[in-house]
């Protein structure tokens, strides 16, 4: 059993960045890819990052390529999602997952841990 908790959102202008942490129970974690997922209101949950347990292969959606960064600390149980020159349309609930596979996936039903979620509101 793994427990996710996220933290770090808040409002923040366009341009500006946000640092999300999440932190992991268990002493497994090393062995779970993770993921960062988002869902803004009325649409539905969508990918936005993934790192390996290694650390060593990440995947990001289009949209987020070059302004957010995915990493991970083994050592300390934590994946983070850095998001720089955010935009109005980043806006959403932002949710870490973490999943058994070796690699990640950008299919949320390949995971099978999930957070609480954590608010991240852009504004123009």
């Known amino acids: 059993q793994v427990q996710l908790v996220e933290s770090g959102g808040g409002l923040v202008q366009a341009g500006g960045s946000l640092r999300l942490s999440c932190a992991a129970s268990?002493?497994?974690?090393?062995?779970?890819?993770m993921g960062w997922f988002r869902q803004a209101p009325g649409k539905e949950r969508e990918f936005v990052s993934t790192?390996?347990?290694?650390?060593?292969?990440?995947t990001y959606k289009d949209s987020v390529k070059g302004r957010f960064t995915i990493s991970r600390d083994n050592a300390k149980n934590t994946v983070y999602l850095q998001m720089n020159s955010l935009k109005p349309e980043d806006t959403a609930v932002y949710y870490c997952?973490?999943?058994?596979?070796?690699?990640?996936?950008?299919?949320?039903?390949?995971?099978?841990?999930w957070g609480q979620g954590t608010q991240v509101t852009v504004s123009s």
């Open positions: 790192i390996s347990w290694s650390g060593g292969s990440t």
């Open positions: 268990g002493r497994t974690f090393s062995s779970y890819a």
């Open positions: 997952a973490a999943s058994k596979l070796i690699i990640g996936t950008i299919t949320g039903s390949e995971y099978d841990y």
